[in-house]
Every structure is written in C-alpha cells, then in structure tokens.
C-alpha cells in the first residue's frame, strides 16, 4: 500500500485546516464553499439541472393527472433493494394522496430477476389488469417486456437512473430518466410535479436512498442526502422510528454512516434472501405496532444474511487465493446465494483492489454481481463480452449480469482477458490519498466539529482523511458481534487520551500493532456522543 500526500505541509490552525480541505476539493471561491456547505432545497432543483427532460416529464405527468381523472388502474413497478423499496413509496403514496387507484409490485429476486420481466408480468396480469405500468429504478434496459405490454395495450411510464444501452431507451410512453440521482429522487422528481405540498414530507426517504445507492454526493445528490437527513432527523414516519428502535439508533445523532450500516443492510436484506414486498409493507405501515412487527423481521433476516455473507466469503477468499491474482477477480459456486454475491463482489474488490465479479449458478442459469474501483467503468467493461452473456445493466461502480451455464468458461475467459488488455496496472496499486499530516494539536473536539460540515459523507465526498504520526497505544479491546473491531485507547503529544476505532481490523494487525509502543496511523475525525457530550474519536484506517 501506498500513501499519497495531498498537501505537503501540515496546517498550524483549524482556519488553515478548513483552508486546505477546500481548496483539495476544488472550492476555491467564497460561493463555491457556501454552495457546497449550504446546498440549495430539493424543492427548488429544476429537471433541466439533473439532465431530466422536461417534455418527458410533461408527457408523463399528463399520463398520470389522465389516469386519476378516468380512474384508469396504475401499477407502479419498484426493485428490490433499498433505493427500489423508497422509490416505489415514494411514488406508491403520492399517487394514492391525489386519490389513484394504485397498487405497488416488487419482483421477487430468484423467482422473477431484477426489473421487468416476463415472469413478473405473467404473475402481474394473473391478478390484476394494469391500465398503466409505472416502473421506478428500473426499466431503461427492459426491452422485450416493453414491446410486450404495448402489444397488449398497456400504458407504460420508465423513471430509472441506471445507463441506457446502445439501443435507446425501450419502447413507453413517456422515460423519465436521467444518471445523475438515484431511483428514488427520480421518481421523486416526478411526484413533485404532480404534488409540490405532499413531495416535501417524503425527503427523509430520498436521503435514505441517495446514500443507500452509493450516488456521488455532490451537486444535487448533496441536496438531497443534507436535506432528506434532516427529514430523517425530525421524521414521525412509523417505519424509520421502529428501524431507530431495533437497531439502537438515536434519531437525532443520525449520519450518512449511520444510513448505511444501521438502516439500509436491514432494508436490503429482505430483497436479498427473503421476501422484498414485506421490505415495502414495513416502510408503509401507518400504525407504530404494525411496523415494529416488520422491524423485527428486518432485523432477524439481516441476521441470518450476515451469516451467508461470512460463510460465502471464505469460501470465496480461499478460491482467490488459490490461483495468481488477475486484474479482474471473478469466482463462481452453487453455494452462493444469488441474494448476496453483490456483497461478496464489494467484499473482493475492497480487500484485493480490484474489480471483483461473484456469481451464482443457479439450476435454470447463472446470476452475476460485480463491484469496481475508482478508474474502472465496470458496465462498459461487460457490455464488451456481452455476447456471453444474457442481459447486463447497472453503473461504473456496480453491475448486475446473468448468463447460461453454456457460457461461464467462455465468460471467464472473455473478461480475464478482456482485463489484462484494457485494465491499466497503475489503478490497482492499493494506495490511499490523504489530505495532509494533522499535528496532535488540532486532534481535538472542536476540530470534529468543524469537519461535520462536510457531511454527508459518500462517493466523490469522501471524509477527510489524515496521517496522525506517533500515536502511543494504551490499550486494545476486540468489539463487535463477532469480535471483528478494534477499540483502540491512544496518547497523544499534548498528554491527552482519546479513543479510536479499527473496523474490520484483522488479527495479524492486531498482533502487529502490539509489538509497537508507537505508530503513525492514517484516520479520520469523528464525534463522538455521549450522555449529552461530544468529544473526539479517530477512525483508523492503516497504521504503521
């Protein structure tokens, strides 16, 4: 592992500090600081500003305001995962506020796949006669299923945020979409032009989202994430409050970090190995009791999906490491379960740095989960060996892919070597980006709270992260469920004892740091709240 020193010299003061973040982050002007730490309302982000278009948007509003007025059937179609699950209440509620006669639809992962899909259309048109489909973060590459429901004389509406393929976007009558958010605020976008009043009191669930679909946090994303945090914040939404509850969460102290290891593992769970409409009955549960109940099932699944992922990865970390290491990682296995090789994939790729695929092979086909790194537009990396596969979608970061049993040698082989032509070597150093040295002075509780003011934290907003050298080590204690952390007890130069934490921190680490009465350790600056204080905390990262 490498380090990468952005700024050589060490900042003397908390102004110069702030200073120093700034100017890292390209915000060299008074405005560009204000509009970055004061981001403008949600409310006030116009469809043009996110690459939406706006005579789309006008198509499908027109849609819609028709099929209230006509008392037409509107089935709003969602995904599975968290972004799906707020996207889908998001619109579900504000249609059934203007009085619609609609009902939601979540695919089920292993009987229907992700997104349209004949399968989900035969259960759909089993039940219920849609007169108008409404799909929310998915639909933009369900081609077939398109031409499909018109052919039957449905009305169909996309509102997505995943990439477009070559061939355009799919046969409908109106595709609101654009890359730029996550599924949820798109279909938010929508339900403000169709309900300004009512939009606002769904903001909590946008932030959700934002950060749970891992969109840049900046620009209007930034909005978003800012804003739909302080919604969450001050939310009376039955659902959110029974999550605070199970999970221990306090509702005011809530972070992005919070939102993604406390709340959206217990969302995704449910899409990944259970059953997602009870992920959906939870979040629109009106009555306290009634979502508490929902809660606890969240919560046991996650449970039990921690197990999978924990026993799945060792197998997958040994397969690994039986063979050299490529550019790209790709393992395969009937144990994985389809519900959590995205999981695995983001597990690989974070401990070897590189993009990592884990796939599923399933008894009728194979499914596939891939995870990237900074550099690396995944997608695009697929969709070049597409002729092996079924069907492909997602973003640079993470895609989604099935296959044929027929086609996983000749897959493997397409993408190892694929990889090794087009994968520039230098993007797989392991090498992290530091701001700058931070002397021991400036560890200190006031200076937590200033860098609270880049919050939310997430892609392209990442925490400010320093070198802190010669921390002296007093004491270590293995934390967690599975005793996987490391609480850490450190002395600094000024005299002062603070606590640290060590995620994930592996024992051959530990073992290490004890051998050391002193080290120099890349953190971050958290707060650290307690009984009514607040006082500094590091988060380690590496240390040496």
């Known amino acids: 592992m490498s380090i990468v020193l952005r700024q050589q010299s060490a900042p003397t003061s908390q102004e110069k500090l702030l200073r120093i973040l700034f100017s890292l982050r390209g915000l060299e002007t008074t405005q560009q600081q204000q509009e970055f730490l004061h981001p403008t309302h949600p409310s006030t982000i116009t469809v043009d500003a996110v690459a939406i278009d706006h005579l789309q948007m006008q198509r499908a509003t027109s849609i819609i305001h028709d099929a209230i007025q006509n008392k037409k059937n509107i089935l709003v179609f969602g995904d599975y995962d968290a972004d799906g699950i707020c996207a889908t209440t998001v619109l579900w509620k504000t249609l059934y506020s203007l009085g619609a006669k609609v009902k939601p639809f979540i695919p089920s992962r292993e009987k229907h796949g992700y997104g349209v899909s004949d399968l989900a259309i035969d259960d759909i048109l089993s039940t219920q006669k849609p007169d108008l489909i409404i799909t929310v973060d998915n639909g933009i590459v369900a081609y077939k299923p398109f031409e499909r429901l018109r052919s039957l004389g449905i009305q169909t509406i996309i509102t997505d945020h995943h990439q477009v393929d070559v061939d355009g976007f799919p046969v409908a009558d109106a595709v609101v979409h654009t890359t730029k958010l996550c599924g949820t605020t798109v279909a938010w976008m929508l339900a403000r032009e169709l309900s300004a009043q009512y939009a606002v009191e769904l903001l909590d669930l946008c932030g959700i989202a934002t950060i749970a679909d891992q969109v840049p946090l900046l620009e209007a994303n930034r909005s978003f994430a800012l804003h739909g945090l302080q919604a969450v914040k001050h939310t009376s939404r039955p659902s959110l409050l029974a999550l605070f509850e199970i999970a221990q969460i306090k509702q005011q102290e809530i972070t992005a970090q919070t939102v993604n290891y406390g709340i959206v593992p217990r969302i995704n769970a449910m899409g990944r190995i259970a059953d997602a409409m009870d992920a959906l009955r939870f979040m629109v549960s009106e009555k306290l009791s009634v979502a508490q109940k929902y809660a606890s099932v969240l919560n046991k699944t996650n449970t039990d999906r921690q197990d999978l992922v924990s026993q ?3 197998d997958a970390i040994s397969s690994v490491e039986e063979t050299s290491l490529s550019s790209i990682i790709v393992v395969a296995s009937e144990e994985y379960h389809e519900g959590v090789i995205g999981l695995i994939a983001g597990k690989l790729s974070e401990k070897y740095h590189r993009p990592a695929l884990a796939l599923s092979i399933g008894q009728r086909s194979i499914k596939g989960s891939g995870r990237s790194i900074r550099g690396i537009h995944l997608t695009d990396f697929l969709r070049k060996v597409r002729e092996d596969l079924i069907d492909i979608g997602g973003h640079p970061m993470a895609c989604g892919f099935s296959l044929t049993h027929q086609k996983l040698e000749d897959f493997r082989s397409h993408v190892f070597q694929l990889a090794e032509k087009t994968i520039d070597p230098a993007l797989l150093v392991d090498s992290v980006e530091v701001d700058c040295v931070l002397p021991h002075e400036l560890i200190v509780t006031e200076t937590a709270q200033m860098l609270e003011k880049f ?39 000024t005299g002062s004892t603070i606590q640290a934490m060590w995620f994930g921190c592996d024992l051959e680490t530990e073992d290490r740091l004890r051998e050391k009465a002193g080290i120099d350790s890349i953190v971050s600056l958290q707060l650290n709240r307690w009984n009514g204080s607040e006082s500094v905390q590091l988060r380690m990262k590496r240390a040496d």
């Not at 907003?461 to 967690?480: A, E, H, Q, W, Y």
């Open 312 to 314: 799945a990865l060792e």
């Open 455 to 493: 919050e939310p934290y997430g892609q392209e907003n990442f925490p400010p992260v320093f070198l802190v050298k010669d921390l002296t080590i007093i004491s270590m204690t293995r934390v967690g469920r599975e005793k996987q952390h490391l609480k850490l007890i450190v002395r600094l130069h």
